[in-house]
């Protein structure tokens, strides 16, 4: 698996990262995926950020900016944790927070298909109903 385009990487990470998502958090997890690339469209990706960094203390948001962490986003170093990547988002350059966030965008389009096909929601149980 060594020559993958950086699109099938971010879609491998992305159902890696949303098939270990318990089912106790997917009630929360999802919602989340879903806003976020609209919150980084709207307010910026350090804004977008600051709302998951906000909520860590929920296992949902803190297993979000886990799984971003571990996205290798451009401009962001490899060993940073989710707890971390507001604050080396915000110290990046401009190029480098334009690049971070056209990345994060990229990966949302893969975490969100990743979730719609992986949850299940609650009184649906295939996609014909």
């Known amino acids: ?5 950086r ?6 990470h992305a159902y890696a990262c949303v098939e270990k998502v318990l089912p106790k958090d997917q009630g929360e997890y999802g ?24 909520e860590k203390d929920k296992a949902a948001a803190r297993q979000l900016l886990n799984d971003l ?8 170093p490899p060993q940073v944790r989710g707890e971390e990547l507001p604050r ?6 401009l190029g480098s927070y334009m690049r971070a ?9 893969w ?3 990743a979730v719609q096909a ?4 609650k009184g649906q149980d295939h996609v014909a109903e």
Do not use: C, Y
Request: net charge positive; hydrophobic share 50%.
């Open 1 to 5: 698996m060594k020559n993958l385009t």
């Open 7 to 12: 699109d099938q990487r971010r879609a491998l």
């Open 31 to 54: 919602p989340r995926v879903q806003a976020l690339g609209s919150a980084v469209l709207r307010n910026g990706l350090a804004a977008a950020l600051a709302f998951l960094e906000r």
């Open 69 to 76: 962490a571990a996205a290798g986003i451009a401009g962001i």
């Open 88 to 93: 080396e988002v915000r110290k990046l350059e």
């Open 101 to 109: 966030t056209r990345d994060v965008l990229h990966l949302m389009v």
């Open 111 to 113: 975490f969100r298909r």
């Open 118 to 121: 992986t949850f299940v929601e």
